[in-house]
């Protein structure tokens, strides 16, 4: 959106025709009570904590591990990841099909991680 923003300056679109919305999954943040889970990401090897019931996108993005994301709401599947292995539920898959989710797919704005996950 920011690139989009910048395009339109320099292209001398006046401020006050551009107009934009921002959908964002609030930070979660670790609470110290040692309930925290590991996120490993296959490619490169990294491993982090994250907070148990974070959603995959937040610690994605926290993490700075690359993922799309446009609506965050689970209906556009910009943000579909597949999961190796691990302990997650879903809110939304209804841009997935059912080939997809049996190889792990998920939509990562619409996934809790409950336990260790590894990334594909």
Do not use: W
Request: charge should be neutral; hydrophobic fraction near 35%; charged fraction near 20%.
């Amino acid at each position: 959106m920011t690139q989009a923003e910048q395009l339109c300056r320099q292209l001398g679109v006046p401020a006050a025709r551009f107009h934009k919305e921002q959908f964002h999954t609030p930070a979660e943040t670790d609470s110290g009570q040692g309930e925290g889970l590991t996120l490993r990401a296959a490619r490169p090897l990294r491993e982090f904590r994250v907070p148990v019931g974070s959603s995959l996108l937040a610690a994605m993005e926290t993490h700075a591990l690359p993922v799309n994301a446009a609506c965050r709401a689970g209906v556009c599947g910009s943000c579909k990841t597949r999961i190796l292995d691990g302990d997650y539920t879903t809110t939304s898959s209804m841009t997935l099909t059912p080939a997809e989710i049996a190889q792990g797919y998920v939509l990562a704005c619409s996934c809790q991680l409950q336990g260790d996950v590894t990334l594909a």
